[in-house]
T-cell receptor, first 114, second 112 residues
């Protein structure tokens, strides 16, 4: 089945640790995105990539890093510099990077700092 | 900057009709999406409006007025499974890429 796969579903991080969330898509989409969702707030864009080997900061990129070495993969690293990382993280993709292309979401990853 | 407003919560009765409003103030507006999100799950695409008017898709319809910066999602023949959060999101012509800016979502509760 085609889709967007995120792993792990649940992740616990100790203070000061870096963690990486995986995102893989087999939809042959050019563009990929990472959003963060906090209770009572809308989804906020962390990073996006319009094409392989390219990525841009979104609205809340501080404390996060990404790579886009393959079309199918867009992993997100939450670094120790992110002061409040506990949230629901959503990876997404669209066929093209032009405005108006429908963005499809993965199932999400819950990150909790312990 | 951009500002997107939706009511926080709404309650409706099974079988009824409900309208969820979304107003936005943005520069370089391109189009508006509606997504449905059940608790702890991924948002799923419902509709996309770029031109003024009503788009109907089964029990769900979405309306856009670009001049008024206003959209609504209309849900007919409500079912219990429609209890979810409904997210309004806009895309812009400028700034590069296909970024969505989301409202905070409207939590809809469908009751018997």
């Amino acid at each position: 089945d085609g889709g967007i796969t995120q792993s792990p579903k649940y992740l616990f991080r100790k203070e000061g640790q870096n963690v990486t969330l995986s995102c893989e898509q087999n939809l042959n989409h050019d563009a990929m995105y990472w959003y963060r969702q906090d209770p009572g707030q809308g989804l906020r864009l962390i990073y996006y990539s319009q094409i392989v080997n390219d990525f841009q900061k979104g609205d809340i990129a501080e404390g996060y890093s990404v790579s886009r070495e393959k079309k199918e993969s867009f992993p997100l690293t939450v670094t120790s510099a992110q002061k409040n990382p506990t949230a629901f993280y959503l990876c997404a993709s669209s066929i093209l990077a032009e405005p108006g292309n429908t963005i499809y979401f993965g199932e999400g990853s819950w990150l909790t700092v312990v | 900057g951009q500002n997107i407003d939706q009511p926080t919560e709404m309650t409706a009765t099974e079988g009824a009709i409900v309208q969820i409003n979304c107003t936005y103030q943005t520069s370089g507006f391109n189009g508006l999406f509606w997504y449905q999100q059940h608790a702890g799950e991924a948002p799923t695409f419902l509709s996309y409006n770029v031109l003024d008017g009503l788009e109907e898709k089964g029990r769900f319809s979405s309306f856009l007025s670009r001049s008024k910066g206003y959209s609504y999602l209309l849900l007919k023949e409500l079912q219990m499974k429609d209890s979810a959060s409904y997210l309004c999101a806009v895309t812009l012509l400028t700034g590069g890429g296909n970024k969505l800016t989301f409202g905070t979502g409207t939590q809809l509760k469908v009751e018997l």
